[in-house]
């Protein structure tokens, strides 16, 4: 009988251990944070952009109101580099050194500033957090938001966000495609009326 005890004592202790060796499941977030797109924010932070050759960075200044944007990007010192406006009439940029560019488009011109081709509409998304339908969501973060997203070939990694709960706003994002990069660092952030 004691035989039959230790035996099956061995026999559930080698299968406790094994497992124990097993691999955890890894679970998704209990909730997902369902973030939609706000019609009008403000935000200011900090920007680095390469295209794989040059490299520039700075502060970035950004209103978008319903369709238009107003980008002020200075030097880290606070000068002005360039402005750059824009609505459904067409965009305008305006250089340090008095240089005037008009095109049909902020993404026409948005390459002028940041070094990048990146599209505007999509970017005020991602800096969101709040990707359109036609982008992967690949991770979510232990708040259930978005922590790696694909959209247009682009890569948006969301870094940190500015608070624990599950509708913070983005912090810091890296945004990348080929040789191309992002860096953003928010340091304010306001949704507007």
Same mark, same amino acid.
């Given at each position: 009988? @004691?035989?039959?005890?230790? $035996? ?20 998704? *977030? ?18 680095? +952009? ?23 990007? $200075? ?14 009439? #067409? ?6 050194? #008095? ?9 026409? $011109?948005? *390459? ?16 969101? +957090?709040? *990707? ?37 706003? *983005?912090? @810091? ?7 191309? @990069? ?12």
């Amino acid at each position: 009988m @004691r035989s039959r005890f230790t $035996l099956g004592a061995a026999m559930t202790a080698i299968a406790l251990g094994l497992a124990a060796c097993a691999p955890l499941s890894v679970t998704a *977030p209990d909730t997902v944070a369902t973030r939609n797109a706000a019609p009008a924010f403000e935000l200011q932070g900090r920007l680095s +952009a390469s295209d794989g050759q040059q490299a520039a960075s700075g502060r970035v200044e950004w209103q978008h109101v319903r369709g238009t944007h107003h980008f002020t990007l $200075l030097t880290p010192l606070g000068q002005v580099v360039a402005q750059l406006d824009a609505d459904a009439l #067409g965009a305008r940029l305006q250089t340090a050194d #008095g240089q005037v560019l008009s095109a049909d488009s902020a993404e026409a $011109l948005l *390459p002028q500033v940041l070094g990048v081709d990146v599209p505007i509409g999509r970017l005020g998304l991602w800096v969101q +957090a709040a *990707p359109g339908p036609e982008a992967e969501i690949r991770n979510r973060d232990s708040a259930g938001r978005p922590a790696l997203v694909i959209d247009l070939g682009w890569r948006i990694e969301y870094l940190d966000y500015a608070g624990e709960s599950a509708d913070a706003p *983005p912090a @810091r994002l890296d945004i990348s495609r080929g040789d191309a @990069r992002i860096r953003l660092v928010i340091d304010s952030w306001t949704t507007l009326p």
